[in-house]
């Protein structure tokens, strides 16, 4: 797989922009008081370091973003021969972080109010730089192989293991990071409609990113590109 000079530089500079953002969001979680405990919705503060810590890496946000991140690395370093884990590894950080901006942008950003120039410039980047960076790079410097029905079926199981694992912690801690996966909020019935409802929009994303790859950066043949089976 050869991507030109551009398109490497293009990835470096995601996974740099991403990288300060994280180092940022984890000063920012360190900094918040651990005393009293608290338990609201997406807050950080209430907790250990250790915890603190956890709850950042929690979101479905920060875990798509840090895909990206070694996706990014990966083809701006060492984009190699295509292989199925880092063919999966690439779809889901696309799939996450299309999936992020849409639902930050829709639902999340109305109730969401970062304060201070840190949180608002981390929130920049992961709900905004971050997806639109990554898309770009995929529509304009590929890779864009021909994606197979089982690589699109695996990149399906981590947002459904988060789902699981935000549902099995927060029964445990009490602590969820999204308003719609609340359970004391919504109940069950509700939190399960939800996150059938962000599947399903996984799902299509999927479908739309592998009609992609059968379109070639700067029109490619599809048969010069391997399917990752």
């Keep these: 797989m050869r991507l030109p000079l551009a398109a490497r530089g293009w990835y470096a500079a995601l996974a740099l922009l991403v990288l300060a953002a994280f180092v940022l969001q984890l000063k920012i979680a360190l900094d918040v008081p651990g005393l009293p405990p608290r338990s609201d919705v997406g807050t950080l503060a209430g907790a250990s370091a250790a915890g603190r810590v956890v709850r950042v890496l929690s979101f479905f946000t920060i875990q798509s973003n840090l895909l990206c991140v070694l996706a990014a690395v990966r083809l701006a370093w060492r984009p190699g021969r295509p292989s199925f884990a880092w063919s999966l ?45 990554m898309v770009l790079g995929w ?89 990752y089976a």
């Design 89 to 133: 590894v690439h779809l889901d950080a696309l799939l996450g972080i299309t999936v992020t901006g849409i639902v930050y942008s829709t639902v999340l950003a109305r109730v969401h109010e970062p304060r201070g120039w840190a949180e608002t410039a981390t929130n920049a980047v992961f709900h905004y730089a971050a997806p639109i960076a």
């Design 139 to 227: 529509l304009v410097f590929g890779p864009r192989p021909r994606l197979t029905a089982r690589l699109l079926a695996t990149a399906l199981v981590w947002p459904l293991a988060w789902f699981g694992y935000t549902l099995l912690r927060g029964a445990i801690w009490g602590w969820y990071p999204y308003p719609f996966v609340s359970v004391p909020a919504h109940g069950y019935g509700v939190v399960v409609l939800n996150a059938l409802a962000v599947t399903a929009v996984l799902a299509l994303v999927a479908v739309l990113f592998g009609w992609g790859g059968w379109l070639g950066p700067r029109g490619g043949s599809a048969r010069e590109r391997p399917d």
